[in-house]
């Protein structure tokens, strides 16, 4: 064997190393399209959450039937967002994935979900067990502080920067424990703001000359 | 010493030294994702994953999901120590014949 095969061999170990354990085709645009939904639905939950504060002050008392419409309403929207983000994100990583001609379903893709999934889960579990308790100010928090550790675990799988904003996402949601009633605006800035900035550094760091 | 005497003759082969790097920095790989990443034949990938197990450098689990056979492989501890060694010896080569 010759230098160039040896060189050739070490070339190929490192590129199969890094491509089996880590999947590369996240698209920054998907954090900037999950942002914007994240975004449009706490102005949606927004207007509903005024609607609701002005009845109960013209009426002058609390109805139940009220609250039980507006707590559902909102698990609705929450649902409806999380489904917006999902489908613009796979969109996006999908594109990305074949500008690059990988696959976007494989080995390192099955690990990035199966690992933010199982925190997902767990959480998700949580928040149908506060608002059984009726601790409905605890729900965004939770799914912050859920969100953030979900993505640290899949950070491991893909590009590696995801890690600080799941950390950013962990410390936003215990921050939000001190401030319970304003878990809106908090949940705008996780689930709105840091996936923007997030998406556009990583399209700044990864994307931009490619498509230039 | 003579380097070109430690580089091991089982990794001459690209897909067999494929197979490893893929198995060195995973627990466990299934036959369909280690032919997707290799972008080989299933015949080709499942005769280079022979030579790998009689050497004694894979583990071959062979389970079932549903009736389909899902036959996973995992790197053992001799061929962790093959793999590295080889990995020296090229680099070895490399730095030694500028």
Same mark, same amino acid.
């Given at each position: 064997?010759?230098?160039?095969?040896? #060189?050739? !061999?070490?070339?190929?170990?490192?590129?199969?190393?890094?491509?089996?354990?880590?999947?590369?085709?996240?698209?920054?645009?998907?954090? =900037?399209?999950?942002?914007?939904?994240?975004? =449009?639905?706490?102005?949606? !939950?927004?207007?509903?959450l005024v609607e609701y504060y002005t009845r109960w002050e013209t009426s002058g008392a609390y109805s139940d039937t009220d609250f039980r419409t507006l707590k559902y309403r909102?698990?609705?929207? !929450? #649902?409806?967002?999380?489904?917006?983000?999902?489908?613009?994100?796979? &969109?996006?990583?999908?594109?990305?994935?074949?500008?690059?001609?990988? $696959?976007?379903?494989?080995?390192? !893709?099955?690990?990035?979900?199966?690992?933010?999934?199982?925190?997902?889960?767990?959480?998700?579990? &949580?928040?149908?067990?506060?608002? &059984?308790?009726?601790?409905?100010?605890?729900?965004?928090?939770?799914?912050?502080?859920?969100?953030?550790?979900?993505? =640290?675990?899949?950070?491991?799988?893909?590009? $590696?920067?995801?890690?600080?904003?799941g950390i950013c996402e962990t410390i936003l949601g215990i921050v939000n424990l001190f401030y319970l009633r304003k878990g809106l605006y908090f949940w705008a800035i996780g689930f709105g703001l840091l996936h923007i900035i997030y998406g556009a550094l990583m399209w700044w760091k990864y994307e931009r000359k490619k498509t230039i | 010493m003579n380097p070109i005497g430690n580089l091991n003759k089982v990794f001459e082969s690209r897909i067999r030294l494929g197979v490893m790097s893929v198995l060195m920095v995973n627990e466990e790989v299934n036959f369909n994702d280690l032919k997707q990443m290799l972008e080989v034949t299933d015949g080709n990938l499942a005769s280079h994953l022979n030579t790998l197990e009689e050497n004694g450098y894979l583990k071959v689990h062979k389970g079932f999901i549903g009736r389909k056979t899902n036959t996973t492989y995992a790197i053992t501890a001799a061929g962790e120590k093959a793999f590295k060694g080889h990995l020296a010896a090229l680099e070895h080569m490399i730095k030694f014949t500028k």
């Open positions: 064997m010759t230098d160039q095969q040896h #060189l050739q !061999a070490i070339t190929d170990i490192k590129r199969l190393m890094e491509r089996s354990s880590r999947f590369i085709s996240l698209s920054g645009l998907s954090g =900037i399209s999950a942002g914007i939904s994240g975004l =449009i639905g706490a102005y949606i !939950a927004r207007m509903w909102l698990i609705a929207l !929450a #649902l409806a967002v999380l489904a917006a983000a999902l489908a613009a994100g796979t &969109f996006f990583t999908w594109r990305k994935a074949r500008q690059n001609n990988l $696959p976007i379903w494989d080995l390192t !893709a099955r690990k990035v979900l199966i690992n933010t999934a199982i925190p997902l889960a767990a959480g998700g579990a &949580f928040i149908a067990g506060l608002l &059984f308790n009726h601790l409905e100010t605890l729900v965004a928090p939770t799914c912050l502080v859920f969100y953030g550790l979900a993505i =640290i675990n899949a950070s491991k799988y893909t590009l $590696p920067d995801v890690r600080y904003l | -």
